[in-house]
Every structure is written in C-alpha cells, then in structure tokens.
C-alpha cells in the first residue's frame, strides 16, 4: 500500500515545472510504482496558452479549481472546463489549454509517465521508460 500526500512531494523531483513557465504538476504515482497509470495534480497558470499533444499517452483530465477554454485544434471545437467537468483525449487529440484563473487538475495518464517528461515542440510528451532494475 502506498499513501503520499501532494504536501511531501512538493519541491521534490516529483513536483515538476514546465520549461515554458506556463503549468507545474506534482506527480504522486509514477511508472516506478508499477500499476499501469500515472496521477498527477497540475496547475496551469491563469493567461497562459499551452498547447498539446499525447501522441504517446491517453490522458484523463478532471477539473477540482479553476476555469479554461479547451480547443481541439484538430476540429476546432471548445469547450468551456470548470470544477467538475472532466475531459478524455482517447484519440490523441492535438489541444490547447487556455486558463482564465489558476485551473487545477488531477490527471492520469497510460502509459504512466516517469516524471521526467517535459513537452516538446510540438507539446508531445515522449514516451519514457523507467530502467529495469537488475
């Protein structure tokens, strides 16, 4: 059994910031856990754009704070997310986030994530591996 509080991981290797400044995520069940998925909490910054695209990982958003304007820059469609609305990218949609206020978010992500990712150009996590241990 594991129990982890969001408070013990902060300023951790698990609480991760972005390279564009624009969301930081605390990562409280990794890869090296071993259970299938990823759990994070995540914080996108209010005025902030980031755009997105788990070409490699299906991500399941659900909003606990805040408020955002989500596109699918595939179909052009938005969506308006508040506390309680949850959102699924189950085809690897292309995405941009655009917060309103500080929008806080539990995710989970399959594959899970290691912690370590970071988006790339084109808001691509890669699709990292955890070493075996020998």
Do not use: Q
């Not at 308006?80 to 655009?98: A, C, D, F, K, V």
């Not at 206020?101 to 790339?120: L, Q, S």
Request: proline fraction near 4%; charge should be negative; include cysteine.
């Amino acid at each position: 059994m594991i129990v982890r509080s969001f408070k013990e991981i902060e300023n951790t290797d698990r609480h991760v910031k972005s390279a564009s400044g624009t969301w930081e995520s605390k990562r409280i069940v990794l890869a090296k856990e071993k259970v299938g998925f990823s759990l994070h909490e995540t914080i996108l910054y209010a005025g902030t754009e980031t755009d997105m695209w788990y070409a490699n990982h299906i991500e399941a958003v659900l909003c606990v704070e805040g408020e955002a304007e989500l596109e699918n820059r595939e179909t052009g469609e938005k969506h308006w997310i508040e506390p309680g609305t949850m959102y699924l990218l189950n085809g690897h949609e292309r995405h941009t986030l655009r917060p309103k206020t500080d929008f806080r978010c539990v995710c989970v992500f399959n594959p899970p994530v290691t912690g370590r990712e970071d988006h790339d150009e084109n808001g691509v996590y890669p699709l990292l591996t955890e070493p075996e241990e020998v």
